[in-house]
Nanobody, 113 residues
């Protein structure tokens, strides 16, 4: 059973920064792609960023240049550094093992304008 546990969400003013963390259980973390998604009320869950086992990254256009995904395989952790936050970034952010059924419980990010 894979468990993904997110942390780091909170309330921040527009223009501020937050760093989300996701700790994954399991010994194969280093060979799997990981991703962050988000969901706002009334909207579908959308891709934010992904990172492959080799460190290649992919971002939604809306966050390019502001968000950075990274991973620490020694700690089984994937991060999402979010800078220059906007009110439209307000959402519940979820961590996932890409292409699988495994999702975290989500962490709320609220950006006040």
């Amino acid at each position: 059973q894979v468990q993904l546990v997110e942390s780091g969400g909170g309330l921040v003013q527009a223009g501020g920064s937050l760093r989300l963390s996701c700790v994954a259980s399991g010994s194969i973390f280093r060979i799997v792609a990981m991703g962050w998604y988000r969901q706002s009320p009334g909207k579908q869950r959308e891709l934010v960023a992904t990172i492959t086992s080799g460190g290649s990254t992919n971002y939604a256009e809306s966050v390019k240049g502001r968000f950075t995904i990274s991973r620490d395989n020694a700690k089984n952790t994937v991060y999402l550094q979010m800078n220059s936050l906007k009110s439209e970034d307000t959402a519940v952010y979820y961590c996932t093992r890409v292409g699988t059924k495994y999702w975290g419980q989500g962490t709320q990010v609220t950006v006040s304008s």
